[in-house]
Structures are given as structure tokens and as C-alpha cells.
């Protein structure tokens, strides 16, 4: 696997902890909560990009246009968090 692959799996891995932890309370993926939630997640996630498809088409952007789309939604998380939401 290539390192731009292995750091976005980073990214979403992260990402997904992030989202566990805030609901959880933990990261853990050992318990059969932590299991199922992960999958709901995902489903989430599958959910979020057709979405996005529907809106947009299939994306076709060069890596650099990804970080930068990625970036974008990093900083509206920031906001959310500097407006309590």
C-alpha cells in the first residue's frame, strides 16, 4: 500500500474514532457495542458519500483537490467545536 492510502486510512480511522469516543465514550472495537457501532458508522459513512454522488456526480479530483475538499470539512468540524455545537 502506497503512504498517501495508508495516512487517508489514518485520516478515516481517526475519524471514525472520534465520532465512537464522542458517543461511547471509548474507542474500544473489542466489545460486541464497539462492533456494532463501527458498522453503523460505516453504514453512515456509505450513506454520506451517496449522498454526496447524488449531489455532485462521481468525483473524479487529483489528490490535491481531495486534501484541500478534506481540509474544508476539518475546518467546519473546527467551527463546530469553537461554536459549542
Known amino acids: 500500500m502506497d503512504t ?6 489514518q485520516v478515516a480511522a481517526v475519524a471514525l474514532a472520534a465520532v465512537q469516543c464522542d458517543f ?12 456494532d457501532f463501527l458498522g453503523d458508522l460505516l453504514y453512515e459513512v456509505k450513506e454520506e458519500r ?3 454522488e447524488k449531489k455532485w456526480g ?11 475538499i478534506l481540509g474544508e470539512e476539518v475546518g467546519e468540524v473546527a467551527r463546530a ?3 459549542g455545537k
Do not use: A, F, M
Not at 498517501?4 to 486510512?9: Q, S
Not at 461511547?24 to 462492533?35: A, F, K, R, W, Y
Not at 462521481?58 to 484541500?68: A, F, I, L, S
Open 81 to 83: 467545536i469553537l461554536e
Open 4 to 9: 498517501y492510502r495508508e495516512e487517508l486510512i
Open 50 to 52: 451517496e449522498r454526496q
Open 24 to 35: 461511547c465514550g471509548h474507542t474500544s472495537l473489542s466489545s460486541e457495542v464497539g462492533q
Open 58 to 68: 462521481t468525483q473524479t479530483h487529483n489528490r490535491d483537490r481531495w486534501h484541500t
